[in-house]
């Protein structure tokens, strides 16, 4: 069983920056793959950005050159720093492991980027 906590959401005005965190209950080294997804309204789930526990990463289109995922493997976290927001980044983003061919998410957190 993996746990996740997400954190950083909020409010922020267009072009402003958030950096949301994601901590783990169980060592990543163990987790194949860590992710961040995001679901607007009225839209389906996302992926947003991935990091493999090799490091390797890859993002939407949408948001290459503007977010960053990266993991301090010390503190079981994944994180995604996000630059350069646009109002169509508003979302609940959600945190992913991948572990064992198991699934886990996070309970989402709020992000709104007004203009």
């Known amino acids: 069983q993996v746990q996740l906590v997400e954190s950083g959401g909020g409010l922020v005005q267009a072009g402003g920056s958030l950096r949301l965190s994601c901590a783990a209950s169980?060592?990543?080294?163990?987790?194949?793959?860590m992710g961040w997804y995001r679901q607007a309204p009225g839209k389906q789930r996302e992926l947003v950005a991935v990091?493999?526990?090799?490091?390797?990463?890859n993002y939407a289109d949408s948001v290459k050159g503007r977010f960053t995922i990266s993991r301090d493997n010390a503190k079981n976290t994944v994180y995604l720093q996000m630059n350069s927001l646009k109002p169509e980044d508003t979302a609940v983003y959600y945190c992913?492991?991948?572990?064992?061919?198991?699934?886990?998410w996070g309970q989402g957190t709020q992000v709104t980027v007004s203009s």
């Open positions: 169980v060592s990543i080294f163990s987790i194949k793959a």
């Open positions: 992913n492991a991948e572990r064992l061919t198991i699934d886990y």
């Open positions: 990091i493999t526990s090799g490091g390797s990463t």
